[in-house]
């Protein structure tokens, strides 16, 4: 049980941390003088991002979590995305940093409220059956 605790733990770090991470790149684009310091923090929130997925992809598994399927294709789906605008051609949108933290903040928030909720409710509800079977 103790187990499950510290991943609802984690993941709450998690979604707060690529908040702020988001949140940073907006920052640091804003006055978008340093491009290095831009792609430098387009690196970092996706490596965190990625790392993040990594663990609920391998929590999942661990539990045999039932919506996995359907929780790994958004997570594959906004990795292709993020791809697509960051390597994709730069005419596709007039300003692709912009568009890059639009995705990212809409996506997210979708993602943590809709699969990530439901993925919260199961290891709370792990928890629980843990916890009457020892009483
Ligand atoms: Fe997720
Ligand atoms: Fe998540």
């Not at 790392?51 to 391998?58: G, I, K, T």
């Not at 990795?79 to 300003?95: A, M, N, Q, Y």
Request: net charge negative; with cysteine.
């Amino acid at each position: 049980m103790r187990e499950l605790l510290k991943c609802l733990d984690k993941f709450h770090k998690q979604h707060h941390e690529i908040a702020t991470l988001i949140h940073d790149l907006e920052d640091i684009s804003g006055d978008c003088l340093d491009y290095n310091l831009v792609d430098k923090a387009i690196e970092e929130l996706f490596s965190y991002v990625k790392e993040h997925f990594r663990y609920e992809e391998q929590i999942m598994l661990k539990f045999n979590y039932p919506n996995i399927k359907q929780h790994l294709a958004q997570h594959n789906e906004f990795i292709e995305t993020v791809d697509k605008l960051c390597f994709g051609s730069p005419e596709v949108i007039s300003d692709p940093v912009t568009g890059l933290i639009r995705y990212c903040r809409a996506w997210s928030k979708m993602h943590v409220e809709s699969e990530d909720g439901k993925l919260d409710q199961f290891i709370v509800d792990q928890i629980h059956s843990a916890v009457t079977k020892r009483s």
